[in-house]
């Protein structure tokens, strides 16, 4: 059997369990299990299927099995801030709502912290789904949940307790939830108490590279093999940002999937009363650097037109179609901001796009194409806003932009993005979160001998696409 690194990356739409080994000095990937995902109702709130999504991490490692490899380590990445709560017992309390559910809305304003006072501690930006915006709501609707509580976990923290029997909270993540201090990278106890959240859930921060040991036995009959579980940067952003191959200090990053994530890695954090404004976060990364950057909607808004244009006419149109209507259809819409609040879980995307470009005084886009070009020019302007602010705050004039994850495979977006900002685009590789993943794996596996080494392995065995702005 091919021995193999297992990278299993969990998307809000979809997950796929990635097998990777070294070869030559090249990394070689195969997709061996894929599987959807989604968010649904209950209990009045949207959700997330955590049992099924723990059956599916089994199947796909079910499947690597069969497919003739044998994972040495594995490691698990989500999205950020959503969570479970567990009792003594490591029974799970309640549902594991979704961050698009609509019970955060005006918690910030209810919490007896000033929020520039809040950003100065944690360096996280503002979002109304934040952790501590859900563990608010929650104690306002279901207070008794948290009094049961021994553990608080996130996704991949939950899911790798399932695997394994260990509990911890992995760094990268953790910093989403806006409880990490940004200078001592540990839970903020006094953030926390002033909150009036139990101390007692929070579980001690492991850094990217914990072992955290083998299987259970039960996971490892089920699975057909033993192997080390390993944290890597759990929160898919941060593992997007390790297979960036930067040409220097002067490129951005932008990882492109459901969220555009656009910003750089600094070895400081900059939570000034400027970046405050301005709304760009300090999300913990890989060896303590920090993720300075700017959260966008990104393709949720296509993803979104097509599950809708899917459940009009029974068929969702591929992405390549959506794309060609783009660019039949008139280039002069108008555009809408992606960050609108309002396009965050609208019930029908269509309409609210339609609905922004009329109160904007633009034309009413009449066409699918027509849809579809304002959200891919909304979006190139958002990026040139976005890497017009990030040179402000950091001092630097940038001269390229490296995107990376499955948005990097969408060339006309890549080439209005090119233009839009005037920046050189490197677009690859399409699987960077999946390979960030591994890639935390195989450092200590001495495979490569650094970060360094591991990120010039990207360039070499992964097609990167230039795009120079028209």
């Given amino acids: 059997m091919q021995a193999c690194y297992l990278a299993v990356d969990i998307a809000a739409s979809s997950g796929r369990h990635i ?21 649904f109702t209950k209990n009045g709130h ?4 955590v049992d099924r999504l723990f059956d599916q991490v089994l199947a796909g490692m079910r499947a690597c099995y069969e497919a003739g490899f044998l994972p040495v380590s594995m490691g698990i990445d989500t999205w950020a801030v959503d969570f479970v709560l567990l009792d003594g017992a490591g029974r799970r309390l309640g549902d594991a709502v979704a961050y698009r559910d609509a019970r955060t809305n005006g918690i910030r304003e209810t919490l007896p912290i000033p929020f520039a006072e ?12 934040n952790t501590v915006y859900q563990l608010a709501a929650l104690q306002n609707e279901y207070p008794e949940q948290l009094e049961q509580a021994e553990l608080f976990l996130m996704i991949p923290d939950y899911l790798n307790y399932r695997l394994t029997g260990t509990a911890v909270s992995e760094y990268t993540n953790a910093t989403t939830t806006a409880l990490v201090s940004a200078v001592r990278k540990d839970w903020d106890e006094e953030l926390i108490g002033r909150l009036g959240l139990p101390r007692r859930i929070f579980r001690p921060i492991k850094t990217p590279g914990t072992v955290l040991g083998g299987l259970l036995p039960r996971i490892r009959e089920k699975a057909g093999f033993d192997c080390q579980v390993v944290l890597p940067a759990t929160h898919d952003t941060g593992s997007a940002f390790l297979a960036v191959p930067a040409r220097d200090e002067y490129a951005v990053t932008l990882s492109s999937g459901t969220w555009s994530l656009l910003g750089v890695e600094n070895l400081q954090p900059i939570a000034t009363p400027a970046s405050c404004a301005d709304n760009f976060t300090n999300e913990g990364g890989y060896q303590y650097r920090f993720r300075f950057l700017k959260n966008i909607m990104g393709l949720w808004m296509i993803q979104s037109v097509r599950r809708e244009l899917g459940e009009k006419t029974g068929r969702k149109p591929a992405f390549p179609e959506l794309i060609a209507a783009a660019q039949a259809a008139r280039q002069d819409t108008g555009t809408v901001d992606p960050d609108d609040a309002r396009f965050l879980a609208p019930a029908s995307m269509i309409g609210e796009i339609k609905a922004a470009c009329v109160q904007n005084g633009c034309r009413e886009p009449a066409s699918t194409g027509e849809v579809m070009q304002c959200i891919y020019n909304s979006l190139a302007q958002d990026y040139k806003a976005a890497v017009e602010k990030l040179q402000t705050h950091t001092g630097k004039t940038y001269t390229s932009l490296n995107i990376v994850g499955g948005g990097s495979q969408d060339a006309y977006l890549n080439q209005l993005t090119a233009n839009a900002t005037g920046l050189t685009v490197f677009a690859g590789p399409p699987e960077g979160t999946a390979q960030g993943t591994r890639m935390v794996q195989l450092i200590p596996a001495g495979e490569f001998r650094d970060l360094q080494a591991a990120r010039s392995s990207v360039k070499t065995s992964f097609e990167i696409k230039e795009v120079n702005p028209q």
Avoid: K, M, S
């Fill in 46 to 49: 949207l959700c997330w299927d």
């Fill in 118 to 129: 809040h950003y100065a501690r944690t360096g996280i930006q503002y979002q109304p789904f």
């Fill in 19 to 39: 097998a990777g080994w070294v070869q030559d000095g090249r990394i070689c990937l195969r997709e061996v299990y894929r599987f959807e995902n989604g968010i």
